[in-house]
């Protein structure tokens, strides 16, 4: 059984940047797909980014060119570097992790979650 921490979130004025960090433990994160969602109040969970097992990173077209997902095989994380950030990025973001199967932008496709972290933006 894989466990997910997330950690990274917080207040920050529009324009800023902020980083998120997924910490696994139980089974090794370089051999499986990962990705990054969020979910505004009242709205459903979205897809965010993902990088697969091999490094392919695939984004939203809300936050392409702005968010950037990366690996630390190491230390067993995963990253989402967020800059430029909008009064819209504001959400709870889960990290995600699929036991098998592809990468994939749909929610339903990932066995273990995290508890989520709190990204607030002010205008």
């Known amino acids: 059984q894989v466990q997910l921490v997330e950690s990274g979130g917080g207040l920050v004025q529009a324009g800023g940047s902020l980083r998120l960090a997924c910490a696994a433990s139980g089974r090794s994160a370089s051999a499986y797909a990962m990705a990054w969602f969020r979910q505004a109040p009242g709205k459903e969970r979205d897809f965010v980014a993902f990088?697969?097992?091999?490094?392919?990173?695939l984004y939203a077209n809300s936050v392409k060119g702005r968010f950037t997902v990366s690996r630390d095989n190491a230390m067993n994380t995963v990253y989402l570097q967020m800059n430029s950030l909008k009064p819209e990025d504001t959400a709870i973001y889960y990290c995600a992790f699929r036991t098998t199967g592809g990468a994939s932008a749909y929610a339903s496709a990932y066995d273990a979650w995290g508890q989520g972290t709190q990204v607030t933006v002010s205008s």
């Open positions: 990088s697969s097992s091999r490094g392919t990173a």
